[in-house]
């Protein structure tokens, strides 16, 4: 009698496990479905956030390139205006000194 009783439990045993891994089995495809919804909802956002910092860096490059273009106009502007006002200011020498003689 003490045999089967022994073996009566290990089969019990091994159908306790049996189930276990089982159970476990079927419920890991699940979690692992969430965990990777949650992976990939992530990685979306991410990616989301880097195309924005890049977005965002690109237009400060072109502010950037615009003011440096404003600015290159406005020296050129002033610097095309001093050389007339230099112009101008020689031929009245000139004319001057045309005059004086």
């Not at 089969?11 to 919804?37: C, D, G």
């Not at 909802?41 to 273009?69: H, I, T, V």
């Not at 404003?70 to 002033?78: E, F, S």
């Amino acid at each position: 009698m003490s045999i089967q009783k022994k073996s009566l439990i290990g089969n019990m045993t091994a159908a306790k496990k049996a189930i276990i891994a089982t159970n476990v089995a079927s419920s890991s495809p699940s979690v692992s479905s969430v965990s990777l919804a949650k992976n990939a909802l992530a990685k979306n956002a991410l990616a989301k956030n880097a195309l924005a910092k890049n977005a965002l860096a690109k237009n400060a490059l072109a502010k950037n390139a615009l003011a440096k273009n404003a600015l290159a106009k406005n020296a050129l502007a002033k610097n095309a205006l001093a050389k007339n006002a230099l112009a101008k200011n020689a031929l009245a020498k000139n004319a001057l000194a045309k005059g004086i003689r």
